[in-house]
């Protein structure tokens, strides 16, 4: 099994609480892939391709975004030339983790009848849960505010009454290198869910890129296997203090924030302000925001006859932007574009706490950089707080 433990893993397996943060060299970045792959592990990592980047197997470092960096703003992305060879400097792309542990459709039961002659009234069937066989794979380069987004989705698939056994399966099969940013989109408000800029919990091993190399840390005996035949030496006590400055710095540059304290409490008090119908007139309802999100879990079921009988029941990624999504017996419940932008921001940053313990959101901003029409959370947020005339 290499170095995947048979039982789920909870973000990444415990601790180290005593691991030494070492210096890899730049080199050693190849190196690591090379250990992972001869492992079994299919690797993963951001990958430049149609002017973003997306996860993607790879084999050599060449295929990161070496000496590039993107630039976000509300409703516009694009990829540009960083001036410095780093392989981490783009922050990220429209994909997370997502989809390698909740996929976007996948098939739950298969739904077989029973021959005539062994069940004469008809009627009799038999259901059979699929569990897919979970493709080892080992992710590069994850930022911190996408291991909060996989908490929160533990949350949600695995620590309910009944677990998601497809989840599951998907879950144990994850490898996770965090990077910490060194630098911020435009877009990025992790700092206001305590959710990065630097890489502290969820990973098997964490790197910082600096212009030496790569301060390394263990977060799972996986991440301590994999160190200790890399064999790097301690990191210099000069080369921590760059590397705190560095995410100190990044951190500080966010131009986005949501004051959290309270902030469900004053979204269940504004439910009837006039901003909701402002966008809603904005808003077209195309659900790109539920679908880049890192948490976003709206889906729909159904079943699929076979000719020769029986069935396959199937799930899917839907969204709250979808009409139908909240379509009942004939009743809508939420008609309109602004009540469905209402359920998904109210849901997203009220309702998830209620339910779960924690928020919806891990401030990645991709549902802004994404939005065709360049809506921003943060904004409308801020709007609701301001009383009606």
Aim: charged fraction near 25%.
């Amino acid at each position: 099994m290499g170095l995947v433990e048979d039982a789920p893993r909870e973000l990444g397996g415990p601790p180290t609480p005593d691991a030494a943060p070492l210096l890899l060299p730049r080199d050693a970045l190849q190196r690591l892939v090379d250990l992972l792959r001869q492992d079994g592990w299919r690797v993963l990592g951001p990958v430049p391709r149609d002017g973003a980047v997306v996860l993607d197997e790879i084999e050599r470092v060449e295929e990161l975004p070496l000496g590039l960096r993107e630039v976000q703003e509300a409703g516009r992305y694009r990829l540009e030339p960083s001036g410095r060879q780093a392989f981490f400097d783009v922050v990220n792309g429209p994909g997370s983790l997502k989809p390698l542990v909740y996929a976007p459709r996948e098939p739950l039961l298969q739904i077989e009848l029973d021959a005539f002659e062994e069940a004469p009234r008809g009627g009799a069937f038999r259901a059979r849960e699929l569990v897919p066989e979970a493709p080892r794979l080992a992710v590069l380069g994850v930022r911190a505010c996408d291991l909060a987004a996989l908490a929160v989705q533990d949350r949600i698939f695995l620590e309910d009454r009944e677990p998601d056994a497809a989840y599951a399966a998907r879950r144990r099969g994850l490898l996770l290198v965090g990077v910490s940013c060194t630098r911020a989109a435009p877009t990025c408000f992790c700092v206001s869910f305590d959710s990065g800029p630097g890489v502290t919990r969820g990973h098997d091993l964490a790197l910082t890129e600096l212009a030496e190399g790569f301060v390394a840390r263990a977060g799972s005996a996986a991440g301590e296997s994999l160190l200790g035949r890399l064999a790097p030496d301690p990191a210099p006590a000069a080369l921590l203090a760059s590397e705190e400055a560095a995410i100190q710095a990044c951190a500080a540059s966010q131009r986005r924030s949501l004051a959290v304290e309270g902030l469900p409490e004053r979204l269940w008090q504004s439910l009837e302000h006039p901003r909701w119908r402002d966008v809603g007139a904005r808003c077209l309802s195309c659900g790109n925001c539920t679908m880049v999100c890192p948490t976003c879990f709206c889906h729909d079921v159904w079943d699929e006859p076979a000719l020769e009988g029986g069935s396959l029941r199937v799930r899917a990624w839907d969204s709250c932007f979808d009409r139908d999504h909240a379509q009942v017996r004939g009743l809508n419940h939420r008609p309109t574009v602004q009540d469905r932008y209402r359920q998904w921001l109210t849901h997203k940053l009220a309702g998830w706490v209620e339910q779960y313990g924690t928020s919806g959101c891990v401030g990645c901003g991709r549902c802004i950089t994404w939005c065709p029409v360049g809506i921003d959370l943060t904004e409308e947020v801020a709007a609701l707080e301001v009383p009606p005339p």
